[in-house]
Structure formats: C-alpha cells, structure tokens
C-alpha cells in the first residue's frame, strides 16, 4: 500500500490531528542514501516529521527542517511540500550507534545542537521564516514538539519512529502530530495527553497494521473529523535542466576550463543521489549558448 498522510480535526475543531504511513518513501531514502541503521531512523523520522509539519502550512510554501548536531550523525536535512513530497539527506549516512533502551540512538547520533525550521515561499515571492531553536533530545519527534510549543506557542506532541530489520531495510515507519488550537481546553488536551501516552509507538502502531485513519483515533479517540486523506511519496526537485542552470552560472572562463581538464561535468543531487553527467558534446552546447548571451 502507498504511503499516505491523514489530517483531521478532533474535539470540536480546536486540536489538529495528523498521521502519516511514511514506510515505502523511508525505505526509498534508505536505498538512495545508503545509510545503516541509526541514519535510517534520524532520516526517517526527519522526513515523517517534515511531511506532517508541511501539511500544517500554507499552499505555496515549502517546509525545510535542518538538525545540526555535534554527534557522530552531525546532521540531517529535509524539506516538504504541503502536497506531500519530501526529500532529504544526513551528513555522515554511515552512522550506526549502539541501540538504547532498545531503541535505535538517534539523540546520541545527532548529539547537542539546534533544529532550524524554514518555511519558503515555493514562487520565490513572500516572506521567508526561520525559527532557530535548540535540540531537546535529538530523537526528533520531541524536537519538533519542543519547537511548536515555543515557537507557535500552542501545546503539541510529535511521535515519529522508524523500525529497521537486521538486513536494515524499513519495515514500517510512520507518525503522528497533535496540536492544541486556540479554544483547546486544559481537558481535551490531557485526554489527548494521556492516549499518547499510553499509545504504542509510531513504528509499532504501522507493524500493527494500522493505516494514518487508525493512527488518528489511536491518539485522538473516536471524536475526529477527517478533512483529508492523501498519498505521500519522496520526491526530488533536481533536474537536468537545473544541472545545465548551474553550469550556465558558472560562467564562460570555467566551463572552458572544465572541457579543457575533464572533457565532463558531473553532479551528484545530495537530496536524492542522483548522479547527473554532463558529456564534452553538451558542455560544448552550453559554452555556445553562453557565448550567444
Ligand atoms: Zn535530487
């Protein structure tokens, strides 16, 4: 089945509720990034947390999440589309730490650190924000609660969570966000509290079985209204044509240099791996098209 993201309304329209099956596109990071078991589960976790984030936001922004850490893990980066694409990357994907608690260490992978939240106009046009705030455990799901609490100012819980095989491979992942909107009451917000609680985790809930509809219930009871069911996927925006852009802008002195030295020009996409080669005959193209200009 598809991954999908569920987004819902519970307690009479003052708490917002979304759940996310992120199994398949987590398991396409992992295969395109290569990363052993404790990256797979920051990059994971970052990129359920992303899309969830990103179903919160205006249609024509993108959100960008970047953890930057002084663990071994250093940093994961990811961005999403209120559609429900998301990409993202880890510095160091070879990381791998003991588990603790029995639990995959992606706090000790990311160590101490910050979580920068952007959120980026898509046509260039309007405000860019950016919040800066610091790790509270670089487990990820709490980070970005911690975030919504201080910087939206609105009561939140963020589960998010990744479960590898022993070959590595994901074999689910998922997640859920709550958020108290203006008009929560103190009461709907510890019941909320209480079935996160007592909730199993996010990974254990989608090896159960259970889709984004059933994750909705699970921490937000039986009372929810659902606004929208919708598939989400990994999804690039690198393209060829902005690999030629690039080259283009490196000017008519470099391109020439380049086919004099390597006859080629390779790019790799760090949000995607994807390997882009430029052979002699196009870079001659593009040198020709700078000249015109
Ligand atoms: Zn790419």
Redesign the pocket.
Known sequence: MADRLARALAHQGTLRVLAAVTTDLVEEARRRHETAPTATAALGRALTGALLLAATIKRDERLSLEFSGDGPLRGVLVDATPEGDV?GFVMRPATHLPPRRGKLDVGGALGRGVLCVMRVPLAGVGRLYRSVVPLASGEIGGDLAEYLQSSEQTPAAVGVGVYVDGDGRVVAAGGYLVQGLPGATQDALDAVADRVERAATPSQLVRDGLGPVDILHAVAGEDVSLLEEREVQFR???SRERVDAAILAMGRAEIAAVLESERRAEAT?E????RYVVGENELRGLLAGVARN
């Not at 949000?271 to 994807?274: K, R």
Request: hydrophobic content about 10%; proline content about 0%.
């Open positions: 990409r690039c925006r690198c996409c949000f995607c791996g994807t």
